[in-house]
């Protein structure tokens, strides 16, 4: 059974880093495009960044273009995501998700695989 584990989320001070994993395990998920998405609570779900299985491209939203980078490692079938520049309103439940999404790759309901989530705070 596919499945998506994220670890490396925690407690931060603005302006602090840190960096996501994402270990999938159960399928190989080539071809696949992965994502990370976070939800703050009372907000809905939203795309982070995103990218395709040959990394020929990557996708930011606007709220953390310039301050997070996502990559992968397909070869480990591991997704990463550095975070630096860390503010409050980063905090949220960050999720991985992987799915065959085409060009709809910032739709929630493209990603048939999620995993759990993490917990990032951002606070002093």
């Known amino acids: 059974q596919a499945q998506l584990v994220e670890s490396g989320g925690g407690l931060v001070q603005p302006g602090g880093s840190l960096r996501l994993s994402c270990a999938a395990s159960?399928?190989?998920?080539?071809?696949?495009?992965k994502a990370w998405f976070r939800q703050a609570p009372g907000k809905e779900r939203e795309l982070v960044a995103a990218?395709?299985?040959?990394?020929?491209?990557?996708h930011y939203s606007d709220a953390v273009k310039g301050r997070f980078t996502i990559s992968r490692n397909n070869a480990d079938n591991i997704l990463y995501l550095q975070m630096n520049s860390l503010k409050p309103e980063d905090t949220a439940t960050y999720f991985c998700a992987a799915g065959l999404t085409g060009q709809s790759y910032n739709t929630a309901s493209a990603y048939p695989y999620w995993g759990q989530g993490t917990q990032v705070t951002v606070s002093s």
């Open positions: 159960g399928r190989t998920f080539k071809g696949y495009t």
């Open positions: 990218i395709p299985f040959s990394g020929s491209f990557t």
